[in-house]
């Protein structure tokens, strides 16, 4: 059912509306469907993945915005899309924050430049303001557009490509065990091996259901049904307690590449294990990963490593910071100090100067809104969000003219955002 109650106006004749999900199937879930296919160049849904959707989006709000009837192209389908959910991001020290994620984003092609997605993103980062969010995130499948909305690239990722033809040998022996499971029964394992991850890593974010139906083969979006090839180990630590899980295929029969499809690990020990095991499975010459941590132990844990290739960089999570004072207070802090700085932020979200002291590393930071910009550095909201999980360096960013300030200021700004940690988050949305 689509309601009439958003409180940020569409450009005529345009109209926007909410189209609330419980769950089960309807005919405005449907058209939402069909809308994000359409804008993402997928295949007509069936009707096992309306059904599907149906239950992935329930309780989230799927905001849509329509064109006047009769629509001569697509009869009942929104022009434009975007979902928008509450979820935690993990802001440093273990403090998980709440924020608004946003995903399934589309403009119709033919109606694009009409300020349809700058309505669609007003009205969400408006209602997020208003519920006292401090931060938007967001996945993206373009790097141009986002931006000017003050999202900033907060996590990167990277692939990797290893060699498993015998000449795979680590330097060390792992501790624990690994073992194979059923990959439809440890759904439990999996949540929990997760939700440890998530406190534990600066930059994580929290994650839907549909990834658990992904990592056990229950379904995969490319297939629009189950994945038999999909086969699940799990690593336990030497107490017992499993704290790595990894879910895999082998694309196709007796073949010789192994794709990992989720791998979760808690302890680089959990981590470098899932691999050697990974590297054993007879057969196998390549195994091919997305999403592996930016400071993987692999590497400097094989006896050659020329055999493990990293063959794509790219960014992953996009952040954007509407309560700088709650940003800054929530964040684990690794250093003591002061920074002063001055947000620019054309969408006013933000915009403003404040001070910012932690008196101890580890501390929680005092924070004060000042009136005087004259000691401050100066940057926009986007950078914010790029140095929020210290993936972003002041000094790289004001080289490239997104900060600027005294030399001093731009060493306080550097110090005070780096961080022990490597930001790492394996959660798409």
Same mark, same amino acid.
């Given at each position: 059912?689509? &309601?009439?109650?958003? !409180?940020?106006?569409?450009?005529?004749?345009?109209?926007?509306?909410?189209?609330?999900?419980?769950?089960?199937?309807?005919?405005?879930? #449907?058209?939402?469907?069909?809308?994000?296919?359409?804008?993402?160049?997928?295949?007509?849904? !069936?009707?096992?993945?309306?059904?599907?959707?149906?239950?992935?989006?329930?309780?989230?709000?799927?905001? *849509?915005?329509?064109?006047?009837?009769?629509?001569?192209?697509?009869?009942?389908?929104?022009?434009?899309?975007?979902?928008?959910?509450?979820?935690?991001?993990? $802001?440093?020290?273990?403090?998980? &924050?709440?924020?608004?994620? =946003?995903?399934?984003?589309?403009?119709?092609?033919?109606?694009? @430049?009409?300020?349809?997605?700058?309505?669609?993103?007003?009205?969400?980062? $408006?209602?997020?303001?208003?519920?006292?969010?401090?931060?938007?995130?967001?996945?993206?499948?373009?790097?141009? =557009?986002?931006?000017?909305?003050?999202?900033?690239?907060?996590?990167?990722?990277?692939?990797?490509?290893?060699?498993?033809?015998?000449?795979?040998?680590?330097?060390?022996?792992? !501790?624990?065990?690994?073992?194979?499971?059923?990959?439809?029964?440890?759904?439990?394992? @999996?949540?929990?091996?997760?939700?440890?991850?998530?406190?534990?890593?600066?930059?994580?974010?929290?994650?839907?259901?549909?990834?658990?139906?992904?990592?056990?083969?229950?379904?995969?979006?490319? +297939?629009?049904?189950?994945?038999?090839?999909? @086969?699940? =180990?799990?690593?336990?630590?030497?107490?017992?307690?499993?704290?790595?899980?990894?879910?895999?295929?082998?694309? +196709?029969?007796?073949?010789?590449?192994?794709?990992?499809?989720?791998?979760?690990? *808690?302890?680089?020990?959990? &981590?470098?294990?899932?691999?050697?095991?990974?590297?054993?499975?007879?057969?196998?010459?390549?195994? +091919?990963?997305?999403?592996?941590?930016?400071?993987?132990?692999?590497?400097?844990?094989?006896?050659?490593?020329?055999?493990?290739?990293?063959?794509?960089?790219?960014?992953?999570?996009?952040?954007?910071?509407?309560?700088?004072?709650?940003?800054?207070?929530?964040?684990?802090?690794?250093?003591?100090?002061?920074?002063?700085?001055?947000? $620019?932020?054309?969408?006013?979200?933000?915009?403003?100067?404040?001070?910012?002291?932690?008196? *101890?590393?580890?501390?929680?930071?005092?924070?004060?809104?000042?009136?005087?910009?004259?000691?401050?550095?100066?940057?926009?909201?986007?950078?914010?969000?790029?140095?929020?999980?210290?993936?972003?360096?002041?000094?790289?960013?004001?080289?490239?003219? @997104?900060?600027?300030? *005294?030399? &001093?200021?731009?060493?306080?700004?550097?110090?005070?955002?780096?961080?022990? #940690?490597?930001?790492?988050?394996?959660?798409?949305?």
């Amino acid at each position: 059912m689509a &309601e009439n109650i958003a !409180s940020v106006q569409a450009p005529a004749p345009y109209r926007l509306e909410l189209v609330e999900s419980d769950g089960s199937r309807c005919e405005a879930v #449907d058209n939402v469907l069909r809308a994000v296919a359409l804008g993402f160049h997928l295949a007509q849904p !069936s009707d096992a993945e309306f059904e599907h959707y149906a239950s992935c989006v329930k309780g989230e709000r799927l905001w *849509t915005i329509r064109q006047p009837d009769p629509d001569p192209e697509f009869p009942g389908l929104p022009v434009a899309t975007m979902a928008a959910y509450p979820s935690t991001i993990n $802001t440093g020290h273990g403090h998980l &924050e709440p924020a608004t994620f =946003i995903t399934d984003v589309t403009v119709r092609a033919s109606h694009r @430049r009409r300020g349809l997605l700058r309505t669609l993103m007003n009205n969400a980062l $408006t209602r997020s303001k208003e519920e006292g969010l401090p931060f938007a995130a967001l996945t993206a499948t373009e790097g141009s =557009i986002y931006g000017r909305f003050g999202y900033g690239i907060s996590t990167r990722s990277q692939d990797v490509e290893i060699v498993a033809d015998g000449r795979f040998t680590l330097n060390h022996e792992p !501790s624990g065990t690994v073992s194979m499971v059923d990959p439809l029964a440890i759904d439990d394992l @999996r949540l929990k091996v997760f939700s440890e991850f998530h406190r534990a890593h600066r930059g994580s974010h929290d994650r839907q259901p549909w990834h658990v139906d992904f990592a056990s083969g229950r379904w995969d979006s490319h +297939k629009g049904g189950p994945n038999r090839r999909v @086969r699940s =180990i799990v690593h336990h630590n030497d107490e017992g307690e499993p704290d790595g899980v990894v879910s895999y295929q082998i694309d +196709k029969d007796f073949g010789s590449q192994i794709t990992v499809l989720d791998m979760v690990a *808690t302890t680089p020990d959990a &981590e470098v294990a899932l691999w050697e095991f990974l590297a054993s499975v007879d057969l196998v010459e390549t195994i +091919k990963a997305h999403q592996v941590d930016p400071a993987t132990p692999l590497p400097w844990a094989v006896e050659d490593p020329r055999v493990v290739k990293f063959t794509r960089h790219t960014d992953l999570g996009w952040l954007r910071i509407l309560d700088v004072d709650r940003a800054m207070a929530a964040r684990g802090w690794d250093h003591q100090g002061s920074v002063t700085l001055h947000i $620019t932020d054309p969408m006013g979200y933000a915009e403003g100067t404040w001070r910012v002291d932690v008196d *101890t590393p580890g501390a929680p930071a005092a924070v004060t809104q000042v009136d005087d910009s004259t000691d401050a550095a100066t940057l926009d909201v986007a950078a914010l969000g790029s140095l929020y999980f210290g993936m972003g360096r002041g000094f790289s960013l004001a080289a490239a003219h @997104r900060i600027t300030g *005294t030399d &001093e200021q731009i060493a306080a700004v550097d110090r005070m955002f780096s961080t022990v #940690d490597v930001a790492h988050n394996i959660s798409e949305f």
